[in-house]
Each structure stands twice: as C-alpha cells, then as structure tokens.
C-alpha cells in the first residue's frame, strides 16, 4: 500500500531525555486512536515523528487529528526520496508545483536543515541548489529570504524529506502522561479553557457538569454537551458527567442565608466532585476560577471552598484576566458556543449582596448545619454520564 507521510515536529518532548520514549509512546497511541479506522505507521527520530497514513483518509481528518493533539508543535504533509542531490531536486521542482506554490506564489525561499553531517553539501548549498532550480523553471518567481509568500523547506536525515506547507501544532504534553482529573465545566468561557490548559501539560480529564432543570434549560444542558463536543479532540476524547443539581439546590435556597448562597453552593457542588473523581479514579479536580474576577473567587472564598476538597484543585486560569481568556476560548473554538444565552445553575440562583471576605469558621458551620449530603449523595447517584 502507498501511504501519505506526515512529518511532525515535537517540542517539549524532545527535552524529556531518558522519559522521552513514554511521552513519545503516549503522543503515538494519542494519535492512532483519532485516524481509527484507517491504517497508519510511526517512526520516530530525533524531534521528530513520521506518520504513514492511509490514502484513503481525508486530508483535514488527518491535520486535524494531529493538529489537536498535545506534544505536536508543527505537522507538514512531506515527500520523501534518496539522499542524493538529483532526486531531492526533481522532488523539489515537484512541491514548486503544487499547493501554496501553485495558489499565486510570487516570492519563495528555500531552508534547509542538515541533520545527516555527511552529507556533501551544507545547508546553505543545498537551499542554494534548489533555489536556483526553481526560479529556471519558474521565471515568474523572485527569491524573498526575508518575508517569502511560500518556503519549501529540506530535511536532509535518513532520507530526504520536503514540504512547502506547515500547520502550527498546541505544543505541551501528550493527554495521559500527567494523571487524570475532573473538571468542573460549567457553560462559561472560563472552564473550557482551563480544560485545554490542563490537557496542554499532558491531563487526562472527565467532566462533571450540575444541572437544575427546570430552573436552567435543557439548552443550557446541550449547550455544554456541545462544548465537551469541541474540547474532545484535545482531551483525547471525554465523560461528561451530568448531575441533577435542582433538589440540592433548592435545599440551599431554603436553608442558607441569601448572602452565603453562592459560597455554600461551589462548596457543594465541590464536596459532591470529590466524591464523583474518587470513584472515578481521579486524582485532582479542575476549575476555571481566576482570582478576584467574581465574588466567590476572592481569596478567602478560594480557601473555603478548596477547604471541603480532599483532593488538589488545578486552577490555571488563577492568575489571567479575562481577555487573555477569552482569547484562548476563540483559539480552540469554545468562546460563540460559550456565549449563547443559556444561564447555568450558578447564574440563576446568585444572590444580589454575595460575600466578598467571607468568614470561614462561620461558613463551615452554615455549611454543616445545611445538612445536605444525602441530597449530593442522591444526585450523584441519578448522574447521567455522557461519552463523547
């Protein structure tokens, strides 16, 4: 069979010295999972990953499959020959041809990496050679070394390998390497985005997402069914567990006081997630809270509600504002489905006056006089869990 050959370029895994193969390993399995059912081979060589795939898979399937997966930094559909100087050449008047080339090109220069030494020509020889190849048979092109409309670029290892396009990759670590966690996604811009944060540095993640129908939508719902839809490629697919909220929450509305509500209900909702990652075999939780952006997210409010979890929370967006996260959200594709109307449970039942500088010693105790974890037993009990 003849396959297509994807070159990908890894970063931080380059530097993970005796570890290198399992994140290597890992990045590898990541990938393969997404090109089911299509037949694909790996190498590897030093930064870099070469991928056989199957003709018969769409192009954009794979770029996609490879572009969302952490660990990449970059990903070019590459031809291969010999390492000899008349077919690298023949290949390069080939790529001179086709895609960014052929789509109104007029300046163009070539780069060259050199990672075989014997080579007999230097880099600069070779991008010279080339370049000059290119321009007698295509008079209508002018070299540009500064700011080029297309480069073809040349690397010279076990083969030759050349490409004249390259799709940027998130970087980071492969999902799987750094544990597994539970992520608190609300319908917001905030939790999504810390979801992709964490996968960046290699976190495998489920989600657990309260719901108080009737009092938030069954749009509400969808909606952040639709953004673990989106995040599921970086997560390397995910559980989206949703818990009926509404019993729990209306306990609160009647027991707590006005002013507490919205406190002693993050500390619920954390209580109940701790619960739902142990049985899960998670080892920490995720939130999208940033510090002082709303009133449960001073510091005293992040205190009382870390201090009714048992396991450590992961806040990475603790010290952005909000337009760096919103500019993330755009990036992966979450932020217009995080804006649509549908107001999730802790919109809705916010008081006017929350605290700010609450007292925690006084808190714990309106929280143990709530009485409520039967409530939080039985939701989590009637959770709906979604695979997606």
């Known amino acids: ?6 070159l990908v370029k890894l970063g931080e895994i ?42 018969l898979a769409p192009f954009e399937l794979v770029q996609k499959a490879i572009t969302t997966s952490f660990g990449v930094v ?21 790529l001179s041809t086709q895609g960014r080339f052929a789509q109104g090109c007029r300046t163009f220069k070539v780069e060259s990496v050199r990672s075989d030494k014997s080579f007999p020509l230097t880099s ?34 076990d083969k030759a390998y050349l490409y004249a396009s390259f799709e940027n990759g998130p970087g980071g670590l492969p ?7 539970l992520t608190l996604l609300s319908g917001g811009i905030d939790s999504p985005v ?6 960046k540095r290699g976190l495998r993640q489920e989600a657990v997402y309260f719901h108080a129908y009737p009092y938030t939508s069954d749009e509400a719902k969808e909606k952040v069914k639709k953004l673990a839809t989106i995040l599921s490629p970086y997560l390397g697919g995910v559980h989206l567990h949703i818990i009926p909220f509404t019993n729990a929450q209306l306990h609160l509305k009647a027991n707590g006081a006005p002013e507490e509500q919205t406190l002693l209900m993050r500390a619920a909702m954390m209580s109940l997630s701790c619960q739902l990652a142990l049985e899960r075999r998670c080892a920490a939780l995720v939130t999208g809270e940033a510090l002082s952006q709303v009133a449960s997210q001073t510091l005293e409010s992040l205190a009382f509600t870390n201090s009714v979890s048992n396991l450590l929370v992961f806040r ?31 919109t809705i039942f916010s008081p006017k006056h929350p605290l700010v500088r609450p007292n925690s010693e006084k808190l714990h105790d309106s929280y143990q006089k709530l009485a409520i974890e039967p409530l939080l037993q039985e939701a989590l009990e009637n959770r709906e869990t979604v695979k997606l």
């Open 175 to 181: 999902v799987g390497t750094a544990g597994r966690a």
């Open 124 to 157: 600069y020889q070779i991008s010279s050679t080339l370049g000059h190849h290119i321009l007698e048979a295509q008079p209508h092109l002018k070299v540009d070394v500064k700011k080029p409309d297309c480069t073809l670029y040349v690397e010279i290892r």
């Open 1 to 6: 069979m003849e396959y297509h050959l994807y």
């Open 194 to 199: 810390a979801a992709y944060m964490m996968a």
């Open 14 to 55: 380059s530097l993970k010295g005796l570890n290198r193969d399992f994140f290597e390993k890992r990045l590898k399995q990541n990938i393969k999972a997404k090109l089911r059912p299509y037949h694909s081979q790996f190498t590897s060589q030093k930064g870099r990953l070469f991928i056989r795939v199957d003709p």
């Open 74 to 94: 970059g990903v070019a559909r590459a031809l291969v020959c010999a390492k000899e100087m008349n077919q690298i050449i023949e290949t390069a008047l080939t």
């Open 316 to 346: 990475p967006l603790v010290g952005m504002d909000k337009q760096e996260i919103v500019h993330i959200s755009r990036t992966i594709g979450t932020y217009e489905t995080s804006i649509l109307p549908y107001d999730d449970c802790c």
